[in-house]
């Protein structure tokens, strides 16, 4: 009974259990052997599409797991070289198992040493730096990395979200970052990008430090047949069904984007009995629930917006799902909202922190369950 309770085969954290994992055969095997053939990769996509995932599951890949460290550091969160160290150190002493590794950190990270200890108890080493406690971050960083280097596997840091390094308030983070990953004779980087503009401008531009320093590669959307054949098996698997049309409506409404897939077939799971079947007409009733449950962070969200961005926001829901052109006269005028120099105030900070995105000329909200929100709002 609990186990039924508890029990959803689609996955929404990063993390995906083998068993769980969707298709993307391809993929592991591409990335695992830019790994094994000592090549940094550059990894990028539209956000949502399983990136992380990815790099998760090939990290668990018995070829890669027995014979390198892995690391994944999400540097989403981080505004500068500093924070970036403190996320960067916070991962490596995390896994201070790693055969070797706690010793090391002991002898070479000289430059927090406070913030390091050793518990007798358990023989695993202490980490407790907060971002104020790593007063010289270019040193710090430069330790761990060449800890890391040292050690007798070779060792894969996956750095997610990479293109976060151009909003860092230092200058020259490219170069510098360069440089001191060059140094590593023993370290294969892998880089995330979710923006493919940016991403694409730290790799692809000859006059950038990280020119050519890295095998590119892309990831798309999960085939539409195979994702289906998945879903099928999955609510079998533990004596539930599924209308294959309902799976494809999914698909289809969110154009294939794994993270919304997972997430309305979670729900769809959800909402079946055990030894029933979910049919293409429960649909709204799936994608309702949904939005129910993030109506209160939504809410708490949309309160902090200031009143342009909020009139802006709900001006772009309104609009198709190929966005809006925010300063013609037509979208002005139809939503009462303006001047022009206003709105491109509110759009370059709704976009920074990605609630907005670029569609050609048109803005798009970036999540689409928050359209749809703002849409019923
Ligand atoms: N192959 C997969 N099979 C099942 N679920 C997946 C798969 N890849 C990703 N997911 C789900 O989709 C979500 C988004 O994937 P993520 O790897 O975080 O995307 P990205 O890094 O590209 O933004 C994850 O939280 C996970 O739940
Ligand atoms: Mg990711």
């Known amino acids: 009974m609990m186990e039924n309770a508890i029990k959803n085969p689609f996955i929404l954290t990063p993390y995906v259990p083998e068993k769980y994992f969707c ?109 104020g406690d790593i007063p010289e971050p270019e040193k710090t960083l430069e330790e761990i990395l060449a800890v890391l280097d040292s050690l007798k596997k070779p060792t894969v840091v996956a750095i997610d979200e990479f293109q976060r390094i151009r909003d860092f308030s230092e200058k020259n983070t490219e170069a510098y970052l360069r440089t001191a990953f060059q140094k590593c004779k023993n370290i294969i980087f892998i880089y995330t990008g979710s923006i493919s503009h940016s991403i694409n401008n730290i790799f692809k531009s000859p006059d950038k430090p990280f020119y050519n320093s890295a095998v590119m590669m892309t990831i798309s959307v999960i085939d539409k047949i195979v994702y289906r054949e998945f879903a099928k098996r999955m609510f079998r698997s533990l004596g539930k069904d599924i209308d294959e049309a309902l799976v494809d409506r999914c698909y289809d409404y969110f154009s294939g984007v794994t993270w919304y897939n997972q997430l309305l077939l979670n729900e769809a799971f959800a909402q079946t009995d055990k030894g029933g079947i979910i049919l293409e007409t429960d649909f709204d009733s799936v994608y309702d629930a949904i939005i129910a449950q993030q109506d209160f962070s939504y809410r708490e969200l949309f309160s902090r917006f200031s009143e342009k961005q909020k009139s802006l926001l709900l001006a772009i829901a309104k609009e198709g799902k190929e966005g809006a052109a925010v300063t013609s006269k037509e979208f002005m005028l139809k939503h009462g909202i303006g001047p022009a120099s206003s709105i491109q105030t509110a759009c370059s900070a709704l976009k920074k922190n ?5 569609n050609g000329n ?16």
């Open 23 to 131: 298709d993307r055969d391809e993929e592991t095997a591409l990335l695992c052997k830019h790994i094994l053939n000592g090549r940094n990769v550059a990894l990028f996509s539209e956000r949502r599409l399983g990136k992380t995932g990815l790099i998760r599951h090939c990290f668990e890949q018995p070829r890669i797991k027995n014979h390198f460290n892995c690391f994944l550091v999400d540097i989403y969160p981080a505004g500068s070289l500093k924070e970036m160290t403190a996320l960067f150190a916070k991962e490596v002493f995390a896994n201070n198992t790693v055969s070797g590794l706690g010793d090391f950190l002991l002898k070479g990270i000289k430059s927090i040493r406070p913030s390091i200890g050793y518990n007798e108890l358990t023989s695993t080493i202490t980490f407790s730096a907060g971002i």
């Open 354 to 358: 990605y609630f907005i995105t670029d």
């Open 362 to 377: 048109l803005k798009q909200i970036s999540d689409l369950i928050f359209r749809d929100w703002l849409r019923k709002y």
